[in-house]
Structure formats: C-alpha cells, structure tokens
C-alpha cells in the first residue's frame, strides 16, 4: 500500500514559534530572536526534503483464533525492509476491551535495507464475543518528525473468544435417561462396556460374548454380560430477559458463563446438551453430544445478548426434539423479570425436572460506599427472592442462589450430596 | 528501556533547565524571574504530561523573555546567543516528541542513534546558516558603493521567505 505524507501537528507548533519569532524581531528590532527560530525554519525546511519513500513488506499473523476468556492471543508482526527504514512506528490497534498481556502493540525500529524483524505481543480478552484484530498503521519518519509518511493495513481476522469454562468439581446425574452410549450405568444387561457377570450360553447369544476360560474349565459354553449403557439429555435454559451491572461486569456473562461451564461438564460425561435462550423470543439449540456440540453451544454462547422485548414466550411452542421429555433442565435466571415465572410454572405443569440458578445482581453491581450498605442490599434481595421461591422449595425443586463470584459454588454442595432428588425419585428409569 | 527513558529525561531536563535560565544570564528582576520559572514550569509539565502545547507555550514565552530581557538591558547583538537559544528550543521541542513515544511505544535501541543524528544535522546545518547570515548582516552596511545590492540582497530575502511559506504551506 502506497504510503502518504501528511503534516504533525508539531509541524504547526513549529510554524506559529516562526512567526512569533520573526514578529518579536521586528517589534524589538533585535536579530537575536530570529537567529533563535533559525534551528526551527532548518527542521521544517528539512522536513520537507527528504522525500524518499521507504518500501518494505508488513505481515501480522494471529495465534490461535478461538481461545477462552482470558487466554492469550499472540500476534506476530513481520516486517521486511526493501530499503533503509529510518524511524518506523508501528502499531497494533486492538480493541477497547482488549489488553496487552504482554510485549507491546506499539514498537519504534529501524531496519537496514533487505533486513526483516518479527515483533510480537500477547493480547487477552476478559470478556466473551467475536473480535476484529490486525488492523495496523504505520508511520515512518525520514528525519525529524514534522512531515511523517503514513499507512494503514488491514489485515482484519476474527477472533472469538469464548465464554470461560470452568471445571466443575462434582457430578450431578439426572433423574431419567436413556439407552444410548453414555457413562449412566443401567442395572439391566445389555450392550455396553462395564462387565456385569457370566452365565451359561442360552440360544441366541453372540458368539463373541462368549467367555472361553470359563467355558473350557467347565466344558460348557459361557458368556459374558455387560451393563447397559445410559445416558440424559440436559437443557439450559439461559434467561436473557434481563441484564443488570456495566458491559464489564454484568448477570447476563455471569449466566453465560455458568452455562457454558455445565454444557462442558455434561458434555464431557457423554450426555447430550441443548441450550435455549429466553428472552421473550425463544432461541435454540437442539440437544446434541460430542465436541462439535461443544462449539455450537459456544458459538451460541458468544452471541447472546439481552434484546427488548413485550412478548412472552411460551413453552409450549417450543418443540419436543429441542425439549425432550424426562430432560434435566437447568434455568439459568436473575428472576428481575415476571416473564420467567410463566416459564417456570410452564415447566413445573409439565412435569419437567430442573434446577433453579439464581444469579444476584449483587457481585456485579459496584460496591456501595459503605460496606454495611452493600451487605444490607444483599441481604434484601435474598429476601426478596425466597418470599419468591417459597413455592417453588415447596414443590421440591431445588434452587441455587449465587452467594459468591462463583454461580455454582451452591450447585457444587447439592452435587457433592449426591441425592439431589426426593428419595422416591431417584432411581433410574432403566430402560 | 528504563536506561533510554532516563537518559532522555536527563537530556529533556537539562534542554529545559537551559531554555528558561538564559535571560537571568542578563538581569536578575523580579518580573524576568517570574517568567523564567514559568516559562520552566510551563515546558516542564508539558513534558511530563505529553500535552504539547504546554511545550510550544513555554516556547514562546521563552521568546518573549528573552526578547524583553535583551530589550531592557540593551544589550549589544549577540547572534550567538541566539543561535544557541535556538538549538536549545529545538531541543527540547523535538526531545519532548521523543519522550512520548517512549511513554507509549517500545523503542529499539538504534532508534534513539538515529534520534541524535538527525539532531546533529540540523544543528550543524542551522549553525552554517547562522554564521552565513551573520556574515551577511555584518556586511550588509559597508556596501555603501554598490548601492543596488542592499536592495537585491531584500528582494532575495523577502523571495525566500515566500518561497518558503509556499513549501511549508504544501
């Protein structure tokens, strides 16, 4: 890209020191102060003749393109000079949100001719979404600074940063699944992988169950039984009715984030995960396992924002492949907005099995000037929410309430119980 | 880095500290020290602060005093003077655009090389230029037979300037 030579503004600054000089002369006809300005006419003057255009090549490559909220980007700028660069300044414009981690995005150099220099800079995003990096602009400046030649590269590549995912240390089962490959395993025999026992070979049998040890001691046929393998579909339902707090901090990336971390966790247990946004439309995802799941779910994730909305979306219409019967759902809310109580009790009729995530509002509002301030609010709104909730415990669905930075520090203590359902629903609908 | 940044604070501080202390070289009055320590003051937070226009203000405030002090005490010309002021202001103009790039870029080491040499050309081509028109001023009144060349020698001059407010207008 051809470069262009535009003026400073310490250009003007130098200009204005001229005339000022040169007026202080004539008024006090002295010659001094114009032998004072002498050095500024030589700069600006010099400025102006040295014309050479530099040439070089410029390269930026970007590391990896899809990372998790606070992983490290790193960019690589390449640089090759085809004639001498006097001083070169170039820079990286990154992103409001993003931070330099490490090295820097704006570096001054010089190269000889045929000579080639890589900087590099390690860039962090502590907030999910899609990112634009690699827009450069240089500026080379033959000389002083007065009259630089300027460019801007685009080498625009998208960069999506995924919501953080963290491990969640238990394991909460659902209460219904189904025969599939999975890691839920059945009472009943069946395909599977976990050895259940051996008995005689009975008509019908595959050859290859056969267990030969046993049957060659006993001089008759013996096979090998496994344990059906189960798995559940789960569902996340993410309210994005409401968002409260700044584009920094705010409920709707803390719910985000608390559901991509129970989307890895099922997903790596081998169950399959669907993701539903409510925010008076409904948007989904239908359930799915595997890694490729994974992302779509992420991708989902990277995008969800809070939109206006009058409607109030109803659960009946959406559909059974996306809201499968004996489904575990987990309904991730702030409960700021009524709409949310109609989906709850929509679910409740229909006899769904969920848990309830509370997100409070509390951890990403900004702190109050008094500590007792912030501590009295918090404790109103628990308040307020479990007046809210009363009816809900009493219909046995276990609620959540963020009590600390982390969503699911409550869940962890339900999961770590184990028995999370009434005794009476606990058994596995095998089969 | 750290080593740059302080020998160019060193270098800025000591263009400063010469740029503000030239007129109490000539007298020492109340109102002339006064603008001295702003004309410091001015040049010194405009560097530390990397706005500008704090710079280019003590500048010409610097212009000023110096302009009054001469005024005041009458003193002879002194073309020197002058020219070392010049170099003086052009450093610390030009060292306090340096110094922000330090503030927000990693420089590399050659860079500041090539900083200084471009520093001591302009300084060896203003001091030519100085001690050229020197020369001319000082001979500019004994051309009292050739009549004529005082006159070309102004349309030259007044040629110049124009052609070089054309250039810097470009």
Not at chain 1, 138 to 157: K, S, W
Not at chain 1, 394 to 409: E, H, I, K, T, W
Not at chain 2, 103 to 122: D, K
């Amino acid at each position: 890209m051809a470069m262009q030579r535009r003026n400073s503004a310490q250009n003007h600054y130098y200009f204005s020191l001229l005339l000022v000089g040169v007026v202080f002369s004539v008024v006090s006809r002295r010659l001094e102060p114009l032998f004072m300005i002498l050095p500024l006419l030589i700069a600006l003057l010099h400025s102006r003749l040295s014309q050479t255009e530099p040439r070089f090549t410029l390269q930026c490559h970007l590391t990896p393109l899809r990372v998790f909220e606070g992983d490290r980007v790193t960019v690589h700028l390449t640089i090759q000079a085809e004639t001498a660069l006097p001083p070169m300044e170039l820079w990286h414009l990154l992103p409001a949100e993003a931070i330099c981690a490490e090295g820097r995005q704006r570096v001054l150099f010089t190269l000889d001719a045929g000579e080639h220099r890589t900087f590099l800079h390690e860039v962090t995003f502590p907030r999910r979404g899609k990112y634009v990096l690699g827009r450069l602009y240089a500026r080379v400046h033959p000389g002083t600074d007065l009259q630089p030649f300027l460019a801007e590269y685009h080498y625009d590549q998208l960069c999506y940063v995924y919501p953080h995912v963290a491990p969640l240390p238990h394991h909460l089962p659902p209460m219904y699944t189904h025969a599939s490959f999975g890691n839920y395993v059945s009472r009943t025999a069946g395909e599977g992988l976990e050895f259940a026992g051996i008995r005689p070979y009975s008509s019908g049998d595959r050859v290859r169950r056969v267990h030969w040890r046993t049957s060659l001691r006993r001089q008759q046929l013996y096979v090998t039984d496994y344990y059906r393998e189960r798995n559940a579909d789960i569902i996340i339902l993410l309210d994005t009715l409401v968002s409260l707090g700044s584009p920094q901090a705010n409920t709707l990336d803390v719910s985000v984030r608390a559901a991509a971390a129970l989307a890895a966790h099922y997903l790596y247990h081998k169950d399959r995960v669907g993701l539903i946004h409510y925010g008076g439309v409904c948007t989904w995802i239908p359930p799915g396992s595997g890694q490729p799941q994974l992302y779509r779910l992420l991708d989902a994730l990277l995008g969800t924002q809070t939109l206006f909305s009058y409607l109030t979306a109803d659960i009946a219409r959406i559909p059974p492949r996306v809201l499968p019967p004996g489904a575990l759902i987990f309904v991730i809310t702030t409960m700021l907005d009524g709409r949310i109580d109609v989906a709850l009790h929509d679910l409740l009729a229909r006899g769904f099995q969920f848990v309830l995530l509370v997100i409070s509002p509390a951890h990403v509002m900004p702190t109050a000037k008094h500590q007792r301030s912030s501590e009295a609010i918090a404790r109103l709104w628990r308040l307020e929410m479990g007046l809210r909730l009363q009816e809900l415990h009493r219909l046995g669905v276990p609620v959540v309430m963020q009590n600390s930075g982390d969503p699911l520090a409550g869940l962890y203590a339900m999961m770590s119980r184990g028995s999370l359902w009434p005794r009476t629903r606990q058994d596995w609908h095998a089969g | 880095m750290a080593a740059h940044k302080t020998g160019l604070a060193c270098w800025l501080g000591l263009s400063t500290l010469l740029w503000s202390l030239y007129p109490l070289l000539f007298t020492q009055a109340r109102g002339i020290v006064m603008l001295v320590i702003l004309t410091g003051g001015l040049a010194l937070s405009g560097w530390l602060t990397g706005i500008p226009l704090l710079v280019v203000g003590s500048g010409g405030l610097g212009l000023l005093t110096l302009t009054l002090t001469l005024v005041i005490t009458a003193q002879p010309p002194n073309l020197w003077l002058g020219l070392s002021a010049g170099i003086t202001l052009l450093a610390l103009l030009d060292g306090s655009q340096r110094f922000a790039y330090l503030r927000y870029c990693h420089v590399e080491p050659r860079v500041l090389t090539a900083w200084l040499g471009v520093f001591m050309r302009i300084t060896g081509l203003s001091l030519l230029a100085g001690i050229a028109l020197a020369l001319l001023v000082v001979n500019l009144p004994t051309q009292g037979e050739v009549a004529s060349l005082a006159g070309l020698l102004t349309i030259a001059g007044a040629s110049l300037f124009v052609a070089v407010l054309a250039l810097l207008l470009l």
